[in-house]
């Protein structure tokens, strides 16, 4: 009986993972969608980023296929090649959006919920623009034997693997983190400034009410941060491969791990969100309404 190696077993924990990570994500889905929070956009927020979770942990299972040689021969090939760069566009857009909801309310108290159909249909319709050029080029292809179906290393896919995928990808999330860490110091700065202030937490106390938004809308910038952290390897790996290091086969397990447990991550920040909200709702001496207080989560028709 042949013993598995290395390569084999990241294979087989990359398709697992994978699968598991889809099953969570579709469990906390199906659970958001039933209890009726659909109806609060910051919740609905929340649900973009796990299915965009899940879409990546899709890719990441076709790429098993395709790491295991089960379809990475003949035209599947690219198919699975580009479905990867899309769902990764994809996931990596609603993550933008989402924060620039959030620093729409945080720094000018203001939700872009009217903007909602915008910013789902920019999301899916705008990778589409440039993640068909590797088709025309016949890019899509197999890799490498070990890395399986993605742009390859000819030196067209070279160029287009660092222009359309990893440069951008990394670019904007570095600037996604920026941003957020411009809100976290605006916040903190407010925070002090206001701390002298009697504030009542009274209905009609803006202040107030205004802190209790940053108290719900917290939880999301987790999601852009573990984006940041999932995307950093890959991008981190094939730097040092272009720049000729040899790299460790652990930090390949760490980055297989990592982008197959989106999904699953994704599921558990989003129950912690819900659990969290429930349990600072019932501490809340006054009645909370998270549509009448927090202009964040209002309903997008009910704005216009």
Known sequence: KKKM???DAVILVMGCTSAFSVVICVIVVTIVTLLGLCKHFMYRLAT????????????????????????????TCPVIAFVN???????????????????????????LA??????????????????WVPFVTHTYNLADPNLGCFIDTSRNGIIERYSIYYGPLFLLMILDMVTITGMAIYVKRRSLTHTSSVMSSSL????????????????LLAY???????????????????LGVQTNKWLTLVMVMLLASAGWIAGAILSAHLCCVRTYMKRETVPFEIEQRTPLVEDSRSER
């Open 5 to 7: 190696n290395f390569t």
């Open 48 to 75: 973009y980023q796990v299915v965009g979770a899940l879409l990546m942990n899709v890719a990441t299972g076709l790429a098993f296929l395709s790491y295991a040689g089960l379809s990475s021969r003949g035209p």
């Open 224 to 242: 852009p941060m573990l984006f940041f952290v999932i995307i950093l390897f890959p991008c981190l790996l094939n730097l040092l491969h272009v």
């Open 85 to 111: 760069v899309y769902f990764t566009w994809i996931k990596l857009l609603l993550t933008l959006g989402m924060t620039v909801h959030v620093f729409s309310y945080v720094v000018y108290r203001k939700s």
């Open 114 to 131: 009217y903007l909602e159909w915008f910013y789902v249909a920019f999301s899916v319709l705008v990778p589409l623009l440039f993640s």
């Open 204 to 219: 009609n106390n803006p202040y107030e009410a205004h802190r209790q938004g940053l108290l719900y809308f917290s939880p």
